[in-house]
Structure formats: structure tokens, C-alpha cells
């Protein structure tokens, strides 16, 4: 039993320290961030599974500099040169994600899940050897 609750809690805590930077960078971009329009420049996995990451360059105000970002979409795929819409952090304008992707639930709470994971885990694993024991 001892050894199992060792086992889960340094999982927990690596999985934390691995996905909590990504998931504190996606909460400040669904907090602060602002919409504007990006032009997809390139696809690049477009076979790949799951959502399909796009090169897009996006621009602040039309005498700014163009600013490029590597984002993902699920809903609509653009085709190189098409417009569509993404999310930008105001402090990190290369930091960005399609609007599509930001709306979904799971967004800004990769470190949150992978918690309640661990901890689902650690409470099954705890339950089968005091059954056992």
C-alpha cells in the first residue's frame, strides 16, 4: 500500500509540473486574451491525428508588424491564405490559439485533470489492496 501511494503521489506531482505551465498560459489566454483575424500560411499535420496545427500570422492594427503563431483547430480547417479567427494574448501576441479550440471546456484545465486523474488512481489502487490486505 505504501509503495502504491509513493507510486501515485510522484506521478501527481510530475504530471502537475509538466502540464500546469501549459494550462496556466491557456487560462491567461481565455481570461485576457483578444480576437483578431489570422491568415493561415501553412498545415503542418494535416493528417495527423487529432486537432490539426496551422502557421498563421495575425496583425494588431493595420500599421503593425505581422506577428506568427502556430495554433490548432478542430472545427474548420482554412486553406493556406484563408482568414479565420483566433484568440491572442495582448502581452504575448505570438501566443495564440484558434477561437474554435479555446471554446472547448477541457481548454486552460490540462493540469486540473490530470489531478483528478492521479487522484482516481491513487483512490482505486488504495481501495484493491485494503480489499486485498
Not at 477541457?106 to 483528478?116: F, H, K
Amino acid at each position: 500500500m505504501r509503495g502504491w501511494a509513493i507510486f501515485c503521489a510522484v506521478f501527481a506531482v510530475v504530471n502537475i509540473l509538466i502540464f500546469r505551465p501549459r494550462a496556466a498560459r491557456e487560462r491567461r489566454l481565455r481570461r485576457h486574451g483578444r480576437v483578431t483575424t489570422a491568415v493561415c500560411r501553412a498545415h503542418l499535420n494535416a493528417l495527423g491525428d487529432g486537432p490539426i496545427r496551422v502557421r498563421c500570422g495575425h496583425r494588431l492594427c493595420p500599421d503593425g508588424a505581422e506577428f506568427h503563431a502556430v495554433v490548432r483547430t478542430r472545427e474548420h480547417i482554412p486553406q493556406v491564405g484563408e482568414e479565420f479567427k483566433v484568440v491572442y494574448d495582448p502581452r504575448e501576441p505570438n501566443h495564440a490559439e484558434s477561437l474554435d479550440v479555446t471554446r472547448a471546456p477541457s481548454y486552460g484545465r490540462d493540469d486540473i485533470l490530470a489531478l483528478a486523474m492521479w487522484t482516481c488512481l491513487f483512490l482505486v489502487g488504495a481501495g484493491c489492496s485494503a480489499a486485498a490486505g
